[in-house]
T-cell receptor, first 117, second 109 residues
Framework: GAVVSQHPSWVICKSGTSVKIECRSL??????MFWYRQFPKQSLMLMAT?????????EQGVEKDKFLINHASLTLSTLTVTSAHPEDSSFYIC?????????????FGPGTRLTVT | GQNIDQPTEMTATEGAIVQINCTYQ??????LFWYQQHAGEAPTFLSY??LDGLEEKGRFSSFLSRSKGYSYLLLKELQMKDSASYLC??????????WGAGTKLIIKP
């Protein structure tokens, strides 16, 4: 099946620094990718929809200037957490639709655990 | 508003059967998904229902009643590796997924 990779799998950074997380579709092209955040024992929360060649669509309450998304190609989307704070510590997961234009079944990346100290 | 409800935690015995229920309220409806998520890992797709009825896939089955806004995931012949969280997600009129908080399933020997 289709594979989505994320890098890094975990990262520890200091408050005030920025962290970039990469999401790649390895054997298929993804014009759309989704970025989720998941806090312990909570469900997935959609942060934004990344669109190749255009601006990302952010969910209500998500600061677009803090969480920078760039969909550089049909196989790569990046999420940069700027000026990270301890409350940004979370599990960040990206996904891509199994079918273009269909947000239903999604292939998820393995996730990136971010810890801000 | 849009809402997904599922139990927080369930416990079952190895070899037994367990049913995880999910009720949903969405603006429009384009299907119901079940995902499995092991601790510290990303979710993996289990099933998709858009028509009423039961879909069987090996040890796992999923049921949907659109009129009742209700679905369940049925797991048979439980194995220890089935210990995980099970996420219910409904697709709304804009094809956006509305996620439940997940049901943590604990399997005991």
């Amino acid at each position: 099946g289709a594979v989505v990779s994320q890098h890094p799998s975990w990262v520890i950074c200091k408050s005030g620094t920025s962290v970039k997380i990469e999401c790649r579709s390895l054997d298929f092209q993804a014009t759309t990718m989704f970025w989720y955040r998941q806090f312990p024992k909570q469900s997935l929360m959609l942060m934004a929809t990344s669109n190749e060649g255009s601006k990302a669509t952010y969910e209500q309450g998500v600061e677009k200037d803090k969480f920078l998304i760039n969909h550089a190609s049909l196989t790569l989307s990046t999420l940069t957490v700027t000026s990270a704070h301890p409350e940004d510590s979370s599990f960040y997961i990206c996904s891509a639709p199994a079918l273009a234009g269909d947000v239903g079944e999604q292939y998820f990346g393995p996730g990136t655990r971010l810890t801000v100290t | 508003g849009q809402n997904i409800d599922q139990p927080t935690e369930m416990t079952a015995t190895e070899g037994a059967i367990v049913q995880i229920n999910c009720t949903y309220q969405t603006s429009g409806f384009n299907g119901l998904f079940w995902y499995q998520q092991h601790a510290g890992e990303a979710p993996t797709f289990l099933s998709y229902n858009v028509l009423d009825g039961l879909e069987e896939k090996g040890r796992f089955s999923s049921f949907l009643s659109r009129s009742k806004g209700y679905s369940y995931l049925l797991l048979k012949e439980l194995q220890m590796k089935d210990s995980a969280s099970y996420l219910c997600a409904a697709s709304d009129s804009n094809y956006q997924l509305i996620w439940g908080a997940g049901t943590k399933l604990i399997i005991k020997p």
